[in-house]
């Protein structure tokens, strides 16, 4: 057991862990999203448009690269990815609890799953906040600046704010006649 917890430290102590670690993970992620959006351009394999693989490698090299060369970059992966994780786990186990208990097979069509992601999204944005120390700064902010009615005021009008939006962008219901009919 010594002798895993030595390659450990010795990890560490090369710096596998705050330079190694983010460099992978930033490249897969930047490498992913290249390919999946094929920002840079697709290229011609037989019938197939493929992304351009070369480009986007060479793009994502550079990036990760970059992150790891800024020590202040992989200082924030490094506070940051342990919490990341374990809101993942968190989310993990909370799908297994669901399905445990029946709850409905597909994940897309579910309104409580939406409210869930959006909640582990602003789960995930304080988590960053706290690894730049911007947390902290903002609630002293709102703690030497706020009184709890203006608070009150400003959360009932943008919630006044985002009903009015959701109202309006809500697609119209078919009414089984078309404009067509109705308009002669």
């Known amino acids: 057991m010594a002798y895993l917890e030595d390659i450990i430290v010795y990890l560490d102590k090369i710096g596998f862990f705050s330079i190694m670690l983010p460099f992978i993970l930033i490249f897969s992620i930047v490498y992913a ?3 999946k959006t094929k920002i840079l351009g697709t ?3 037989g019938k197939e448009e493929l992304p351009k693989r070369n480009v986007n490698l060479i793009v994502a090299f550079s990036v990760a690269l970059l992150a ?3 020590s202040q970059a992989t200082s924030i992966i490094t506070i940051a990815l342990p919490h990341i994780v374990i809101l993942i786990f968190v989310a993990v186990f909370s799908m297994v609890f ?3 208990f029946g709850q409905e097979s597909d994940w897309k069509k579910n309104k ?6 959006g909640a582990m999204i602003i789960a995930l944005l304080l988590i960053f906040l706290n690894a730049i120390d911007w947390l902290d700064e903002i609630i002293d902010y709102f703690e030497s600046n706020t009184n709890i009615s203006n608070l009150i005021g400003v959360i009932i009008l943008f919630g006044v704010i985002a009903l009015v939006i959701l109202w309006i962008t ?5 009414s089984g006649k078309n404009k067509d009919e109705d308009e002669s």
Request: aromatic share 8%.
């Open 33 to 35: 999203i290249l390919e």
């Open 112 to 117: 409580a799953v939406k409210y869930y992601s």
């Open 170 to 174: 809500q697609p119209e219901e078919k």
């Open 43 to 45: 290229e011609k394999v």
């Open 98 to 100: 669901l399905g445990i």
């Open 68 to 70: 790891v060369a800024s």
